[in-house]
């Protein structure tokens, strides 16, 4: 069983930073591409950032790219999100999620092509 668990999240004032963190375990976690998505109060969920298995690739979501970094420990089985300069519209709950396959793909943005996710945690950004 796949175990995902979120944290990091909390209120922050627009401008600010947080780090998200991610833990799995229950699979190979270094062999896997990780997700972090988000869902906004009355909003869909949306991709926020993906990172493939080795490091060597990045994808961000136009809405987040040059602000937040996504990385990933492999020893340490831990995904990071990163955010800075944060503001009211990215409040929602942040979560991060597995990729079915060991192989990244051009559907890096599709919540289908993730089996696992977390529980999910809070990010609020006051203005």
């Known amino acids: 069983q796949v175990q995902l668990v979120e944290s990091g999240g909390g209120l922050v004032q627009a401008g600010g930073s947080l780090r998200l963190s991610c833990v799995a375990s229950?699979?190979?976690?270094?062999?896997?591409?990780m997700g972090w998505f988000r869902r906004a109060p009355g909003k869909e969920r949306e991709f926020v950032a993906h990172?493939?298995?080795?490091?060597?690739?990045?994808y961000y979501a136009d809405s987040v790219k040059g602000r937040f970094t996504i990385s990933r420990d492999n020893a340490k089985n831990t995904v990071y999100l990163q955010m800075n300069s944060l503001k009211p519209e990215d409040t929602a709950v942040y979560y991060c999620?597995?990729?079915?396959?060991?192989?990244?793909?051009?559907?890096?943005?599709?919540?289908?092509?993730?089996?696992?996710w977390g529980q999910g945690t809070q990010v609020t950004v006051s203005s």
């Open positions: 990172i493939t298995w080795s490091e060597r690739s990045t």
């Open positions: 999620a597995a990729f079915k396959s060991p192989y990244s793909s051009t559907r890096y943005n599709q919540p289908s092509e993730y089996d696992y």
């Open positions: 229950g699979r190979t976690f270094s062999s896997y591409p």
